[in-house]
T-cell receptor
Framework: ETGVTQTPRHLVMGMTNKKSLKCEQH?????MYWYKQSAKKPLELMFV???????ENNSVPSRFSPECPNSSHLFLHLHTLQPEDSALYLC??????????FGSGTQLSVL | GENVEQHPSTLSVQEGDSAVIKCTYS??????FPWYKQELGKRPQLIID?????GEKKDQRIAVTLNKTAKHFSLHITETQPEDSAVYFC?????????????FGKGTHLIIQP
């Protein structure tokens, strides 16, 4: 374990559902990230939080809504997703300007 | 923004031989270049990184070289072993890895043939 825990590991949802992904880091880091990993594509940065403040939003559709209540927890709220949103969603954390540590990811399937 | 190209997409080598994976980046201001290894069904894990003030870094069988002028960097694995089979990702960052996240290449699937 690298100290970054994601739940759930697998999620299947319909296009009208609302669900949330959770990430928790136990490393004392002050930056947290959401990445999307699709087949045949690079890891795509979605959101960055530094000291609980969102500093990056890479043109992500509004059906993805992040929440960072404190430096240890990060959520990704999902609403009315599309089948093309099916992917592995990876959370990561770091000290600002230092190495990223990834969680194991949530494998999301949208039906 | 930054764009990272990675080649090849698949690399098959005989066990014991060397493997080289190459990446190019577009933003000359990028200053941090990590490499991640992702085994099937597992998380990406950092295996080595290099900053722009260094041209080469080694860690046992793994080395990374950086050519800032040409804007490319490479991963070298010597004496490859079956456990080296995985997908390898290069990345580049403007801020040393953290604040703005990393821009990743598409990955190289390394296959070690016994």
């Amino acid at each position: 374990e690298t100290g970054v825990t994601q739940t759930p590991r697998h999620l299947v949802m319909g296009m009208t559902n609302k669900k949330s992904l959770k990430c928790e880091q136990h490393l004392g880091h002050n930056a947290m990230y959401w990445y999307k990993q699709s087949a045949k594509k690079p890891l795509e940065l979605m959101f960055v939080y530094n000291f609980k403040e969102q500093t990056e939003n890479n043109s992500v559709p509004s059906r993805f809504s992040p929440e960072c209540p404190n430096s240890s927890h990060l959520f990704l709220h999902l609403h009315t997703l599309q089948p093309e949103d099916s992917a592995l969603y990876l959370c990561a954390s770091s000290q600002v300007n230092e190495k990223l540590f990834f969680g194991s990811g949530t494998q999301l399937s949208v039906l | 923004g930054e764009n990272v190209e990675q080649h090849p997409s698949t690399l098959s080598v005989q066990e014991g031989d060397s493997a080289v994976i190459k990446c190019t980046y577009s933003d000359s201001a990028s200053n941090y270049f990590p490499w991640y290894k992702q085994e099937l069904g597992k998380r990406p894990q950092l295996i080595i990184d290099i900053r722009s003030n260094v041209g080469e870094k080694k860690d046992q069988r793994i080395a990374v070289t950086l050519n800032k002028t040409a804007k490319h960097f490479s991963l070298h694995i010597t004496e490859t072993q079956p456990e080296d089979s995985a997908v390898y990702f290069c990345a580049a960052s403007l801020s040393g890895g953290g604040a703005d996240g990393l821009t990743f290449g598409k990955g190289t699937h390394l296959i070690i043939q016994p």
